[in-house]
């Protein structure tokens, strides 16, 4: 649905239907989720919608057109598969996705880029660009700019790592000579913007990691760095989470010591940026929500953990950002408090963490307090408003707490880096040195204290029950890796080899079996109860991960719940079906 932003800011705003998934569900017999949508620009009135089968990854992509509120009859249409399209004009495609025998790489994603005209069979688009099999995968992007279109094939090496191909008008491509380890940002006024996850010399000047720069793009097309320009510098307890562009501003959502600032960036005559915050809020997160290239308007979101979700318009000349609307409260939020802390990990490592606590708060030891972690793939944990939480969990007294343990992206890339591979453990050891951290100041005890997670998550709270049992007395485990050895083999496991390392290599795999949690169970202890949850759908995290743990933990007799949904894909919980 849409509406203007006039009425937008009424109480009751005039929606414009444009499409009831529900009822194209209830007329297809099928169980479509909506996975998004790209539309072309400038006007954005064709879209590629993207529909989901039970909510998996692997999904159907029709065009659809807003001014008809129709699917386009004989208009372009993929298959279900893992695939990614651009759109280059109405009447062409850049598409990635199963082409056939040989044109997905090992982790299941496209290998494989090609353009297709409308009007022709998929089998008659011609190939743009082709990666390797080893690599994670291959995807078209394109930015429209007021400056013109800028095509990029971006080939994903390995899950940090990737080569940035960009498409000159006779239709040939050039390979950008940034380093592979850089985040591409997009393409502002004749600049490109990246930020560097590893430090880097170039010019005779080395760059710190996390720093945001800008090198000319004619510069790069004719393969020459020339001298970067740094646009921001993060320090030792901040690092940028995203970046947007709008018609003549870049922000910047940073994280400061974990909560969210944003800065306006604005690019001089003579190259310089300017940097400026926008005010808004200082104890939460932040993001820009929707941006466009063509106009300086931008939405922030805001949220934190007693506030809920604020949105806010703003742009260059305003005195400050304009409150459009706020969700509800979900939760009495009345003598709740948020603290900070910092716990000390096994390596001296400060890890600091969130503690909400209840307005029921007792300093005995026994509150009911879980403790919530992630800790991989540069993924940053921040304040948010937790409804469901706050509702069951903080109003009956029980303790929320999210630790920011390394292998996140809160600190930069090098906090991130300091968890990979064979310094996996320090992400464990973190995790459960924010839960000594909660004893030792009698928030709680082992009794009253449960630990949860999700994904690389369910890794995480799978292995520091395996290694700690005694520290926790339930365990939420959800969507989980657990067999360590085999996740390459499983689904899109191959692309997170350069997260965990590869069993195959020796090294790691000695260094994985030390705390693999399905290799680790040992009949002899007494664990906590664990409550695995997965689906049957998931096509990221194979489902025999929690499958298996939770057969294991059975036949040695281990208390466990375990729930499989059959729909969801890998958020478990697609829709309300």
């Known amino acids: 649905r849409r509406t203007t932003l006039e009425s937008y800011k009424t109480a009751s705003p005039d929606w414009d239907v444009l499409l009831d998934l529900d009822a194209v569900a209830k007329a297809e017999d099928e169980n479509w989720v909506y996975k998004g949508v790209d539309c072309l620009a400038p006007t954005y009135e064709r879209c590629m919608l993207r529909l989901s089968r039970g909510g998996k990854d692997a999904s159907v992509l029709r065009e659809f057109d807003l001014k008809t509120r129709a699917f386009v009859k004989g208009g372009f249409k993929l298959p279900e598969a893992k695939s990614s399209t651009s759109w280059l004009d109405k009447d062409t495609l850049f598409v990635g996705t199963d082409w056939g025998e040989g044109t997905k790489t090992k982790s299941g994603y496209p290998r494989v880029v090609k353009l297709w005209k409308r009007g ?39 899950f940090f790592t990737a080569t940035f191909w960009y498409r000159l008008p006779d239709g ?67 690092s940028v989470q995203s970046i947007a562009m709008a018609k003549n501003d870049v922000y910047i959502a940073v994280l400061d010591t974990v909560k969210g600032v944003l800065l306006r960036g604005e690019l001089k005559e003579d190259r310089t940026w300017t940097l400026e915050p926008v005010g808004l809020p200082k104890n939460g997160s932040l993001r820009v929500v929707s941006h466009n290239s063509s106009e300086d308007l931008i939405f922030i979101n805001y949220e934190d953990f007693k506030t809920p979700d604020l949105l806010y318009a703003y742009q260059r000349g305003d005195t400050a ?32 963490y969130f503690l909400v606590k209840p307005a029921k708060a007792n300093s005995n030891a026994s509150m009911p307090t879980l403790l919530y972690g992630y800790g991989g793939f540069e993924i940053s944990l921040t304040p948010r408003y937790m409804a469901t939480f706050g509702k069951l969990w903080l109003e009956r007294g029980g303790a929320f707490v999210i630790a920011n343990i390394r292998g996140g992206g809160e600190f930069g890339p090098a906090w991130h880096k300091a968890a990979k591979k064979t310094n996996r453990q320090r992400a464990f050891d973190d995790f459960i040195s924010v839960a000594d951290d909660l004893i030792k100041r009698k928030v709680t005890s082992p009794k009253h204290l449960g630990i949860m997670g999700g994904s690389n998550g369910g890794l995480l709270v799978g292995a520091t029950f395996t290694q700690r049992p005694e520290l926790f007395n339930a365990v939420v485990c959800q969507v989980p890796l657990l067999d360590m050895l085999r996740y390459t083999k499983l689904l899109a496991g191959a692309s997170w080899a350069a997260e965990y390392g590869d069993p195959e290599d020796p090294e790691m795999r000695e260094a994985i079996l030390k705390y693999s949690p399905y290799q680790n169970l040992d009949k002899s202890k007494s664990y906590p109860k664990v409550f695995f949850i997965t689906s049957t759908r998931d096509d990221r995290v194979h489902p025999g991960h929690a499958r298996k743990m939770a057969a294991r933990m059975m036949a040695f007799g281990k208390p466990i719940h375990y729930f499989e949904n059959i729909e969801g894909g890998h958020a478990a919980s697609a829709n309300q079906n």
């Open 321 to 352: 950002p304009q409150e459009l609307r706020a969700l509800p409260k979900r939760f009495n939020a009345d003598g709740v408090t948020v603290v900070q802390n910092m716990a000390t990990s096994k390596d001296g490592t400060q890890v600091p």
């Open 172 to 238: 040939t491509s050039v390979q950008l000579p940034l380093q592979e380890s850089a985040k591409l940002h997009g393409f502002f006024k004749g600049e490109v913007l990246y930020s560097l996850r590893e430090a880097w010399t170039v010019s005779g000047k080395t760059y710190p990691i996390g720093t945001v720069l800008a090198s000319r793009l004619k510069d790069l097309l004719a393969g020459q760095v020339g001298t970067p320009v740094v646009i921001y510098t993060p320090t030792a307890r901040s």
């Open 120 to 158: 022709t069979p998929l089998t008659a688009a011609k190939t743009f660009f082709e990666g390797d099999v080893k690599d994670v995968g291959v995807w078209p992007s394109i930015w429209d700019r007021p400056d013109g279109q800028h095509v990029v094939a971006y080939r994903s090496k390995t």
